[in-house]
């Protein structure tokens, strides 16, 4: 259970961000607005997808951006994205969502790459992968804040229940949703799973308000004032 909250996140820079810029600078005309996402910032860290089996990774990016950046609808899976190197030849796939690009699966470590080739020839767009939750979207329906990704709900599974992610504190500490709009802090050290607020809409007028601080709630146990 403590492997799931291990601290597994990197900054989007460096050769990080040199692998992705000569990944997207190839991709057809329609898939440019990647490149200017990344090229202005929009795409900040990534780290890997608990939720998932495998080398899944999701992506964290500017709230200040994302925002002007999302475009409804526009949602779907880039597969087969092939990258070679030293005779082996690596899968790589994308997932893009509101028009942001949320999360990839790649086996390899990404520092391992200096001088690659990649093939597109295989690539393909698939949109079928994609089942919306509505009563998720009804919870969160019409609500913003700048200090919560509520863009990108990543759903994971902890004692045989669903949660979606709101917020990545680092260090392995996340805030998280629960099907029923219930807000939870999911804490690595010591572990611990608590209840927060029972209505995400008042929470986030309370972040909006600063009525909670995310840096009381880790260091002091209690983000509201």
Same mark, same amino acid.
């Given at each position: 259970?403590?492997?799931?909250?291990?601290?597994? +996140?990197?900054?989007?820079? &460096?050769?990080?961000?040199?692998?992705?810029?000569?990944?997207?600078?190839?991709?057809?005309?329609?898939?440019?607005?990647?490149?200017?996402?990344? %090229?202005? &910032?929009? *795409?900040?860290?990534?780290?890997?997808?608990?939720?998932?089996?495998?080398?899944?990774?999701?992506?964290?990016?500017?709230? +200040?951006?994302?925002?002007?950046?999302?475009?409804?609808?526009?949602?779907?899976?880039?597969?087969?994205?092939?990258?070679?190197?030293?005779?082996?030849? *690596?899968?790589?796939?994308?997932?893009?969502?509101?028009?942001?690009? $949320?999360?990839?699966?790649?086996?390899?470590? $990404? +520092?391992?790459?200096?001088?690659?080739?990649?093939?597109?020839?295989?690539?393909?767009?698939?949109? %079928?992968?994609?089942?919306?939750?509505?009563?998720?979207?009804?919870?969160?329906?019409?609500?913003?804040?700048?200090?919560?990704?509520?863009?990108?709900? &990543?759903?994971?599974?902890?004692?045989?229940?669903?949660?979606?992610?709101?917020?990545?504190?680092?260090?392995? %500490?996340?805030?998280? $949703?629960?099907? %029923?709009?219930?807000? *939870?802090?999911?804490?690595?050290?010591?572990?611990?799973?608590?209840?927060?607020?029972? +209505?995400?809409?008042?929470?986030?007028?309370?972040?909006?308000? &600063?009525?909670?601080?995310?840096?009381? *709630?880790?260091?002091?146990?209690?983000?509201?004032?």
């Amino acid at each position: 259970m403590f492997g799931l909250f291990k601290k597994t +996140s990197w900054k989007i820079e &460096g050769k990080t961000k040199d692998f992705f810029q000569q990944i997207f600078a190839q991709l057809p005309e329609e898939f440019q607005f990647l490149t200017v996402g990344l %090229n202005n &910032g929009l *795409y900040k860290r990534f780290s890997v997808n608990h939720a998932m089996k495998g080398h899944f990774y999701s992506i964290g990016f500017d709230p +200040s951006q994302s925002d002007k950046s999302m475009v409804k609808g526009k949602q779907f899976h880039l597969e087969n994205i092939l990258i070679k190197q030293k005779a082996q030849t *690596y899968p790589l796939n994308m997932t893009i969502y509101d028009g942001l690009w $949320i999360g990839f699966e790649f086996e390899k470590k $990404i +520092s391992d790459f200096a001088d690659f080739q990649i093939d597109l020839s295989s690539i393909r767009k698939n949109k %079928n992968k994609f089942t919306k939750d509505k009563k998720i979207e009804k919870l969160i329906h019409g609500l913003k804040c700048d200090l919560l990704d509520l863009n990108n709900l &990543g759903e994971f599974e902890l004692d045989n229940k669903l949660y979606y992610q709101i917020k990545d504190l680092d260090d392995g %500490n996340y805030l998280a $949703i629960d099907r %029923n709009g219930q807000v *939870y802090g999911l804490i690595h050290d010591p572990y611990k799973i608590e209840l927060i607020n029972k +209505s995400v809409r008042q929470f986030v007028s309370d972040v909006n308000s &600063g009525k909670f601080d995310f840096d009381n *709630y880790i260091t002091k146990e209690n983000g509201y004032a």
